[in-house]
């Protein structure tokens, strides 16, 4: 049972599932808001339920996951420079400097562009897992995941495998679940060569409820012997900003 206040649906929930069965016993805030407005709040407030994640180092950041700031920022000095070469009179002893500068900033966007780091690996990994899950593609989701991976649901202490994973995966494509989704947000750690974390914010909207529904995850991800990052353990953290609270699966 729905009703409208403003833009925050609220439903009546009991021993509900995420696919809309089960026993009706009590009234809860419903998955899914209209307004941007109360996305982003919503967003907002998630952020306390979801753990920090450590900041890689500033260096391999700023080289070669995220060089703009750094490449334009050396671009920018050489023009400086160059200009007051030339308005001191000191152009040709100049030139040097200068090209020294944009030959460092021309490096740091040509190692970004040929290095892959095992963040951004793990974080293009997330997002074509997500997009993946969403299809209802289980064939290609169990390549991304291990055998021996885990699936956790909030606080609630029941661990799933991956038989499990695999086939809440066919449901969905079954049920034609999913009408769209987008991954918002996409944070990553890597804690040693073969070990790292990635946090995604999901927003999807599910056919029987036609609007957007905001989800935080949480993967690990291992990187196995033939140089694959594959999915350890999987933790559904937020639900809408909250944590989940119930049984949510069939």
Known sequence: MRSERGKVAFEQVGRYDSFGRGELYG?????????????????????????????????????LENPVPVGVGLLALAVILLFAANRLGRLRKGLPIVGGV?????????LAAV???????????????????????DAKVG?????????????YPRMHRKKLILRLIRHVRARDLIASH??????????????????VLVHAVTTYSGIPTPTWWQIQWQREPDGAWRVTEMHWLTLAGKTPDVEVLP
Do not use: N, W
């Not at 095992?118 to 974080?123: L, N």
């Not at 995941?145 to 606080?155: A, K, P, T």
């Open 102 to 110: 944009l030959a460092i900033s021309v490096l740091i966007f040509v």
């Open 143 to 155: 390549l991304i995941l291990s055998e021996d991976v885990s699936f956790h649901i909030g606080r």
């Open 27 to 63: 009234c809860h805030i419903a998955v899914s808001v209209t307004d941007p407005l109360t996305l982003q709040i919503m967003d907002y407030l998630a952020q306390t339920l979801v753990p920090d994640l450590a900041k890689p180092p500033a260096l391999v950041h700023y080289t």
């Open 182 to 199: 987008s991954v918002r947000d996409v944070r990553a750690e890597q804690s040693s060569p073969t070990r790292a974390t990635t946090q």
């Open 115 to 137: 290095i892959e780091t095992g963040r951004e690996r793990v974080t293009d990994r997330t997002r074509a897992l997500i997009d993946l899950i969403a299809l209802g593609d």
